[in-house]
């Protein structure tokens, strides 16, 4: 017998956030996921990558750790589509929507590890964050677009934001995965150590990737207007500049010849 994944939502998510519907839900839900973002802000930066700390437990292989910590939110929205009722999944509107964040994650778990070179471990207290993380969201973004809020096909695609929205998303990937490539091919085989990235956007900035996915999600949520996105636009934004911002000041710590007009994240301003 299959339990279709709004039966669980009600069985265990209205209990856990205190709720009575989906509208109150994904209400807290989207409260949740910013004050997670404004949170990371008082934290030192996250231990994996160049920061990994292992008293933080031990470590999980890098390439299963972003397989497995990214996947939720590819594979619960999924299972809305499969399983789910699918009360407003009817349109094209919420299957473009939904599936500009999938086609995030699907690329984030199974193509970027895929073609990491080798890294150190990931402590498994940030893997753990992550993939906890990541099934909030794929809950969220799933429940919303699937089963939830119904757009008007007929009223939204003739709104132009919808169109800006999804040209800044699929702009913002591009970076995205260029800045990535730039960064796995930085090292010449056999070759250690850290070296200043250049060409592109590395001449403005120290966190290309950083500022592409932030465009990717703000993309995203122009296109949508959905709570949910503007809320994982808003903690993308907050985690990945605080992140920035400590790249930036070990690169000039690291390299005395480092690029002096160098922004961390945000071009010619931060």
């Known amino acids: 017998m299959i339990v279709r994944p709004e039966e669980w939502v009600k069985d265990y998510l209205y209990p856990l956030f205190r709720v009575s519907n989906d509208e109150e839900l994904i209400t807290r839900m989207c409260y949740g996921t910013v004050i997670y973002g ?12 160049r920061y990994s700390n292992y008293s933080y437990g031990f470590g999980v292989p890098v390439k299963l750790a972003w397989c497995l910590q990214e996947a ?9 589509v499969v399983y789910g009722q699918k009360t407003a999944y009817g349109g094209v509107v919420n299957q473009m929507c939904l599936g500009m964040f999938m086609m995030h994650y699907f690329q984030r778990s199974f193509i970027f590890p895929l073609l990491m070179k080798s890294s150190k471990p990931t402590p498994f207290l940030a893997f753990f964050c992550a993939f906890l993380t990541c099934l909030y969201n794929g809950v969220l ?13 007929d009223v939204w695609l003739y709104k132009p934001y919808f169109y800006i929205g999804f040209c800044l998303y699929l702009y913002g990937m591009k970076i995205n995965i260029g800045a990535d490539s730039a960064l796995r091919y930085l090292r010449k085989e056999g070759e250690t150590g850290y070296k200043i990235p250049t060409g592109n956007w590395f001449e403005l900035l120290s966190c290309p990737n950083y500022f592409g996915e932030i465009l990717e999600m703000w993309g995203y949520a122009l296109a949508s207007l959905a709570p949910p996105a503007i809320a994982h636009a808003i903690f993308t934004t907050l985690f990945l500049t605080h992140r920035a911002v400590h790249h930036h000041r070990w690169y000039i710590k690291k390299f005395e010849d480092y690029p002096k007009s160098r922004k961390a994240v945000l071009p010619y301003l931060l």
Request: no cysteine; hydrophobic share 45%.
């Open 38 to 49: 404004l949170l990371t802000l008082i934290l030192k930066e996250a231990p994996y990558g």
């Open 72 to 80: 939720p939110s590819f594979y619960i929205p999924l299972i809305f």
């Open 141 to 153: 973004h799933g429940l919303y677009f699937v089963n939830f809020y119904h757009y008007m096909d």
